[in-house]
């Protein structure tokens, strides 16, 4: 079970997360900053399937629950 994962970690390329982020809504942009530089530093990885899911192939993977919503 996933609650709000990050899946991407160029989540600046999408307009919900430049919208949203500034405004503590769900992550907000220091946090999230602060995550991407502790688990992947290097830029070049970031879009490895370990460090951004939704770029790899689960095909293997057990089914999971993505729960997301809004205010």
């Known amino acids: 079970v996933l609650f709000g994962p ?3 970690m160029h989540f600046e ?3 919900s997360f430049n919208r949203l982020a500034p405004l ?3 992550y907000d942009t ?3 900053g602060f995550l ?3 688990y992947v530093p290097q830029p070049d ?3 490895h399937p370990y460090a ?3 770029f790899g192939d689960l095909s293997d993977y057990p089914p999971t629950m993505l729960i997301v919503g809004t205010e």
């Open 6 to 8: 990050v899946l991407d």
């Open 13 to 15: 390329k999408y307009a």
């Open 24 to 26: 503590g809504v769900i």
């Open 30 to 32: 220091a946090f999230i």
């Open 36 to 38: 991407r530089g502790a």
């Open 45 to 47: 990885l970031w879009d």
């Open 52 to 54: 951004s899911p939704m």
